[in-house]
């Protein structure tokens, strides 16, 4: 007999949560029926409600981030110093799409670039884009399931569609956790 997944509610407990995959909307739904701080990411929400479920202090919130910075002063150019606390935005992409092309985006390699690039100038990060072209694709984030599913699923179903990919998703979302170590669907 196939498990199914329990219902998100109080009569669970912290372990069991855990073994479900549950989306964010889901878990933003029980927390704040439940009186819950429904603030953070979703490892951050998982892990109040597992908390609550178990009958457990909350884990204490991550300091939140400061504000960004103003708009950098146009017009940019290669020379524009990138501030302290300087974040992914439009007025950055369209300036680094102009210089580089509309193959442009905000990849893992970028956005660590950006974020960590204080002092460095945005010709230094057109040039990062162009070394960084070509290398394997990072791992995505353990809070990007989904995404994580669709790639591997897309890579060992070449011709499949979208709507194939989502419909293996959900066979695979109502499985509990463990048993995704198994071939995918």
């Known amino acids: ?3 199914s997944r329990p219902p998100l509610t109080d009569e ?3 372990p069991e949560l855990l073994r479900w995959y549950w989306t964010r909307a889901e878990l933003l739904r029980f927390a704040r029926a439940s009186g819950l701080d429904a603030s953070g990411d979703k490892q ?3 892990a ?5 479920l178990d009958g457990a202090p909350a ?5 939140r981030r400061p504000p960004p910075p103003p708009p950098l002063p146009e017009p940019l150019s290669p020379d524009t110093v990138i501030p302290a606390g300087q974040r992914c935005t439009q007025q950055l992409r369209r300036h680094l799409t102009a210089v580089v092309g509309p193959s442009f985006r905000f990849d ?3 956005r660590d670039f950006v974020a960590g690039g204080a002092g460095r100038t945005l010709g230094a990060a ?4 162009s070394r960084t072209r070509g290398r394997p694709r990072p791992a995505i984030g353990a809070q990007f399931e989904l995404n994580r599913f669709l790639r591997d699923w897309h890579h060992d179903h070449p011709a499949g569609t979208r709507a194939e990919a989502l419909e293996a998703w959900q066979v695979r979302r109502a499985l509990p956790v463990e048993a995704w170590t198994a071939p995918r669907p």
């Not at 109040?48 to 609550?52: I, L, N």
């Not at 884990?59 to 300091?63: D, K």
């Open 126 to 129: 057109a040039d990062h884009w």
């Open 48 to 52: 109040k409600v597992a908390a609550h």
């Open 44 to 46: 951050a929400l998982t």
């Open 59 to 63: 884990p204490r919130a991550a300091p």
């Open 1 to 3: 007999m196939t498990e």
């Open 108 to 110: 893992a390699a970028m």
């Open 12 to 14: 669970l407990s912290g």
